[in-house]
């Protein structure tokens, strides 16, 4: 039996908050840098900037990835039709967004890829989020509804006017969004452990907004907070269960990109001409 001297110890706890600091800081530059500050949302951001593996980065100003659009300000909009907004895609399901329809810039159209949200709001789905964990993997792991929610996406992006800019987004900017951003960022050949980053900064930027959000769930669907908590929460362990799932039937992730949404190795060539520098 080996005991941890006092001396150890404390070097181990100077490497953990060195460690805490190091991405704590990270996280605040970064929300300096891509959050972009609107009155209406919390989690609109700019992707623009991510280096990838060959050493080019996403464009500024072209990808922007968000939460729900429908609180926007007129200030809002008019700050978004300056970045020339061209389509904006809406992974939400109907209840979603017939109670919460989004507010467009002008020159914008609005594109709804409602695949495997349709029942968002039903008995049987709230009654689901009884069991977070294994809800929360099980809604990541699903490949099902993904062809037909991203692959008009991406046809549209290899297609698109390219001095336009475009939106994706949810209700959070977490959970659909967050898989359209990973599937993008490994399209133009990021990172795993960036795309991993990029997802998790959900958590530094709907912190205040999510705890608003769970005192209503804790009351409005008989939820403890540890629960609500769960539901809202960006977890690696979630996005991971996309990546497993994505291996283990197709064996990469590029295999899977080409397979079922499309992009072949020549329609990611154009997609990086399209939105790398």
């Given at each position: ?13 100077v ?11 990270a996280?605040?530059?970064d929300?300096l840098?891509r959050r972009?500050d609107l009155e209406g ?12 593996k060959?050493?080019?980065?996403i ?6 990835r968000s939460?729900?659009?429908n ?9 978004l039709q ?14 979603e ?8 810039p ?5 594109v ?11 008995n ?8 977070p964990?294994?809800?929360m993997?099980a ?11 991203y692959?008009p996406?991406?046809?549209t992006?290899?297609?698109?006017d ?9 209700t959070?900017?977490?959970d659909?969004?967050?898989?359209a ?9 990021v ?14 930027y ?15 669907y ?5 629960k ?13 269960a ?13 295999n ?9 190795k ?10 790398l520098?």
């Amino acid at each position: 039996m080996h005991l941890i001297s006092d001396g150890m110890r404390k070097q181990w706890m100077v490497v953990v908050f060195i460690w805490w600091f190091n991405t704590l800081n990270a996280q605040l530059t970064d929300s300096l840098v891509r959050r972009v500050d609107l009155e209406g949302t919390v989690n609109f951001r700019d992707m623009g900037g991510y280096m990838n593996k060959e050493g080019k980065k996403i464009k500024w100003k072209k990808l922007f990835r968000s939460d729900a659009l429908n609180k926007l300000s007129g200030n809002d909009t008019r700050r978004l039709q300056s970045y020339s907004i061209k389509y904006v895609f809406d992974f939400r399901g109907p209840a979603e967004f017939k109670s919460a329809p989004d507010i467009l810039p002008v020159g914008a159209t609005w594109v709804s890829l409602p695949a495997g949200s349709e029942n968002i709001g039903s008995n049987d789905y709230i009654k689901s989020m009884q069991n977070p964990d294994s809800f929360m993997l099980a809604f990541y792991g699903n490949l099902k509804p993904f062809k037909e929610r991203y692959r008009p996406f991406f046809d549209t992006l290899l297609v698109a006017d390219t001095s336009a800019a475009i939106i994706f987004h949810c209700t959070a900017g977490k959970d659909r969004t967050g898989i359209a951003a990973a599937l993008l960022l490994s399209a133009l050949n990021v990172d795993e452990q960036l795309i991993f980053e990029d997802y998790l900064a959900t958590n530094y930027y709907r912190e205040q907004e999510n705890k608003r959000i769970i005192t209503v769930m804790t009351s409005r669907y008989n939820l403890d907070k540890l629960k609500a908590e769960k539901l809202l929460r960006a977890d690696r362990l979630y996005l991971k269960a996309t990546f497993d799932a994505i291996k283990l039937s197709y064996g990469s992730v590029a295999n899977y990109l080409d397979k079922e949404l499309g992009l072949t190795k020549e329609k990611l060539v154009l997609l990086k001409s399209r939105y790398l520098e």
